[in-house]
């Protein structure tokens, strides 16, 4: 499927619209991109839609970023955010998956590129499945081929009509405390269990991947223990995940933490309550997940709009992105 922003970008790449708007108003400020994983989502059990780029394209992508923009690290972000003119980018990556040591950081390494990688602690501490990988191997697995509407499914739920969408987003809208019930259920009435253990263990990075990446100038932030949207959670539970995911990464890396991405990133997945938390740590920076780019002098400094790289953007739709970021928010 061709998603609305593709097709934006498609449409003023292929009717030259992109080459008149470039010459006409520049941006100017920091673009910040947000990958997840990277390599074949295909040959995948997980969550395809997890999978940011291949390792080819991904090479691809940082080799245009770095010829055409200033591609800057997290310790030069204070600069670059008040230059008045400038185009800048920045390169992150959410969650903490194994592919990002073994693919993605030598071939940034190979341009010379630093990269931030915001971890959820909890994935490298305790290894285990997040939801949406959970819920894609169960829905490969399954021989199920309706679930009935009851106290968890509003409707009934068809699994040849993109089940996966519809049970995350029943999942999503659930406050933490039910949301081990909801996958305990899913995983009784698909017939499939829990996913097992033994394979989120090669799933994630080990610290020592952080402490060589680390070494080799890249920069970590904080992105919860347990992966929860924050804004389902309490207070309290939010200063936790605020809190305890920088103790870990400081303990592991020694080094200051001071940037953090939101889990899922919408702007209704965060609220005043995270805000609070991070400034009680100590943040200086949070990103968010909701497109666009991050104007000159941009004063919120908890809510940096980031660009998600999707495995169905290609080479010439990536560059239309990077080049009029003002058109994809
Ligand atoms: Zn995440």
């Known amino acids: 499927m061709v998603s609305k922003r593709n097709l934006l970008a498609h449409t003023l790449d292929a009717t030259g619209c992109a080459r008149v708007l470039r010459a006409a108003r520049p941006w100017n400020g920091v673009l910040f991109w947000n990958y997840h994983r990277i390599g074949d989502a295909a040959g995948s059990v997980f969550d395809p839609h997890l999978f940011s780029a291949t390792a080819e394209d991904f090479d691809r992508q940082v080799a245009f970023l770095k010829q ?14 008040n230059q008045p003119r400038g185009q800048f980018v920045m390169l992150t990556f959410d969650d903490g998956y194994r592919d990002n040591f073994e693919l993605a950081f030598p071939i940034l390494k190979s341009h010379g590129v630093p990269a931030t990688f915001f971890i959820a602690t909890g994935f490298i501490d305790r290894p285990r499945m997040p939801v949406w990988d959970e819920l894609a191997w169960m829905l490969r697995t399954t021989h ?7 106290e968890w499914l509003p409707t009934s739920v068809s ?3 993109q089940p996966f969408r519809r049970l995350l987003a029943v999942y999503k809208s659930l406050g933490t405390e039910l949301t081990e019930m909801y996958l305990e259920f899913l995983a009784d009435s698909l017939g499939t269990g829990r996913c097992p253990i033994s394979l989120a263990s090669e799933q994630w990075m080990q610290w020592d991947m952080l402490r060589e990446m680390h070494a080799g100038g890249m920069t970590f932030g904080g992105h919860t223990v347990n992966h929860p949207i924050l804004a389902n959670s309490t207070a309290d ?15 592991e890396l020694g080094s200051r933490i001071e940037a953090f991405s939101y889990p899922n990133g919408k702007r209704g997945d965060f609220n005043e309550f995270t805000r609070a938390a991070l400034r009680s740590h100590g943040y200086r920076w949070a990103f968010n997940y909701s497109g666009g780019y991050c104007h000159s002098g941009h004063a919120d400094h908890f809510d940096l ?8 953007i290609n080479l010439s739709l990536f560059r239309t992105v990077a080049t009029l970021p003002q058109f994809f928010s």
Do not use: H, M, Y
């Open 237 to 251: 539970q939010q200063d936790w995940e605020v809190g305890e995911c920088q103790r870990r990464l400081v303990d």
């Open 305 to 312: 709009p980031r660009t998600a790289v999707e495995s169905d």
């Open 144 to 150: 199920v081929k309706t679930l009935a509407a009851n």
């Open 68 to 81: 055409n923009f200033d591609v800057i690290g997290l310790n030069d972000l204070e600069q670059a955010i």
């Open 159 to 161: 699994l040849s009509d």
